[in-house]
T-cell receptor
Framework: GAVVSQHPSRVICKSGTSVKIECRSL??????MFWYRQFPKQSLMLMAT?????????EQGVEKDKFLINHASLTLSTLTVTSAHPEDSSFYIC???????????FGPGTRLTVL | AQKITQTQPGMFVQEKEAVTLDCTYD???????LFWYKQPSSGEMIFLIY??????QNATEGRYSLNFQKARKSANLVISSSQLGDSAMYFC???????????????FGQGTTLQVKP
């Protein structure tokens, strides 16, 4: 299957700082990428849909000024958690959709801990 | 609104036995796709199997098969001959639409933690 990478895999930061997470499709072009958030022992919740060259579409209840998403190229989307607080600590996972539409591949996830 | 329900928070199965993980869904869209993913403790989401709403036959991928009962809106995952490495969290997910008309958005169930006993 296609490969999606995320960087960093783990990050610890101080409250008030901003953290950028990268999601890359390594061997295919992804016109659409998705960002999910997962709390321990819980399900994945879709945060936003990232389309190359346009503004991201956020799900209800997700603060767009808090979670900045940029999809600058067909292989890269970034999520920036601005002014992070301890409640933002979570597992963030991206996924990328292939041009065939029926397949979607997930990155390995980024574990964010805000102190 | 679309909804995915997994009613089994945790399951145990003996090694080499088969196990069925339940998943029911609700949608008003006649075109949709159903997915199963495995999430081990490392956190990565591993795609297991896909079933399209118009597919006539149940999907199968190696030891995984999907028992698709459209009228009952259920899409249970069957793992045959369980292995210790199958111990993980399993998620059922749904995507509305098909082909180029689908948004790609996945809605996930609550997940089922499977533990395989030696």
């Amino acid at each position: 299957g296609a490969v999606v990478s995320q960087h960093p895999s783990r990050v610890i930061c101080k409250s008030g700082t901003s953290v950028k997470i990268e999601c890359r499709s390594l061997d295919f072009q992804a016109t659409t990428m998705f960002w999910y958030r997962q709390f321990p022992k819980q399900s994945l919740m879709l945060m936003a849909t990232s389309n190359e060259g346009s503004k991201a579409t956020y799900e209800q209840g997700v603060e767009k000024d808090k979670f900045l998403i940029n999809h600058a190229s067909l292989t890269l989307s970034t999520l920036t958690v601005t002014s992070a607080h301890p409640e933002d600590s979570s597992f963030y996972i991206c996924s990328a959709r292939t041009r065939t539409y029926n397949e979607q591949f997930f990155g390995p996830g980024t574990r964010l801990t805000v102190l | 609104a679309q909804k995915i329900t997994q009613t089994q928070p945790g399951m145990f199965v003996q090694e080499k036995e088969a196990v069925t993980l339940d998943c029911t869904y609700d949608t008003s869209d006649p075109s949709y796709g159903l997915f199963w993913y495995k999430q081990p403790s490392s956190g990565e989401m591993i795609f297991l199997i896909y079933q399209g709403s118009y597919d006539q036959q149940n999907a199968t991928e190696g030891r995984y098969s999907l028992n698709f009962q459209k009228a009952r809106k259920s899409a249970n995952l069957v793992i045959s001959s369980s292995q210790l490495g199958d111990s993980a969290m399993y998620f059922c997910a749904m995507r509305e639409g098909h082909g180029s008309s689908n948004t790609g958005k996945l809605i996930f169930g609550q997940g089922t933690t499977l533990q395989v006993k030696p």
